[in-house]
């Protein structure tokens, strides 16, 4: 079955360094997603990407935070200004959209990024 | 807000059956049931959904109540594999439909 792909895998960065997290969604795949999950906690939603245009995001998805799919198979996730809070595990996730197309409604789940932020 | 409840933690023994209840009592008759799991240090997969008819698949059984205001996901044979963290969520056909997760309920498994 085809899977969802992030790069790179860990991430250790100094505060205030731009990072920025990789992920491949699954092709013909319509809609894209980024979570995070602070360790210990749950999962939290950040943004929703679909028609190359953002078309939700959460409080936490603030300035410092931006998506971009710039050849229409990556889809990035870039935190300007990294801060010690932002440590987490990312993970991207993308839906098929189309009814048809196997299951539609439901969103495939990456393996996520650890980032650490120093 | 994840607007389903489900309890945070349950205990089976290894090849048995395991209920997992998830309660939304606010649900549209439009929303799907969806139900995922995030196995440890891993993203959550998805695991099956439902809209009023119960499911199967390979992984598991939905059993949705007449009035949907709840839902069962049924492991018929609980393995150790199965031991991850399970969500239920709502959501509703088409749009943007981000996953709403709650704390879930831990699965542990027992040898």
């Known amino acids: 079955e085809p899977e969802v792909t992030q790069t790179p895998s860990h991430q250790v960065t100094q505060m205030g360094q731009e990072v920025i997290l990789r992920c491949v969604p699954i092709s013909n795949h319509l809609y894209f997603y980024w979570y995070r999950q602070i360790l210990g906690q749950k999962v939290e939603f950040l943004v929703s990407f679909y028609n190359n245009e953002i078309s939700e995001k959460s409080e936490i998805f603030d300035d410092q935070f931006s998506v971009e799919r710039p050849d229409g198979s990556n889809f990035t996730l870039k935190i300007r200004s990294t801060k010690l809070e932002d440590s987490a595990m990312y993970f991207c996730?993308?839906?098929?959209?189309?009814?048809?197309?196997?299951?539609?409604?439901?969103?495939?789940f990456g393996p996520g990024t650890r980032l650490l932020v120093l | 807000d994840a607007k389903t409840t489900q309890p945070n933690s349950m205990e089976s023994n290894e090849e048995e059956p395991v209920h997992l209840p998830c309660n939304h009592s606010?649900?549209?008759?439009?929303?799907?049931i969806h139900w995922y799991r995030q196995l440890p240090s891993q993203g959550p997969e998805y695991v099956i959904h439902g809209l009023t008819s119960n499911v199967n698949n390979r992984m598991a059984s939905l059993a949705i109540a007449e009035d949907r205001k709840s839902s069962t996901l049924i492991l018929h044979r609980a393995t150790l594999r199965d031991a991850a963290v399970y969500y239920c969520?709502?959501?509703?056909?088409?749009?943007?439909?981000?996953?709403?997760f709650g704390t879930g309920t831990k699965l542990q498994v027992i040898p």
């Open positions: 606010t649900i549209s008759g439009t929303d799907y």
């Open positions: 996730a993308s839906r098929p959209g189309r009814a048809g197309q196997g299951r539609w409604e439901t969103q495939y």
């Open positions: 969520n709502r959501a509703p056909a088409g749009g943007y439909q981000k996953v709403t």
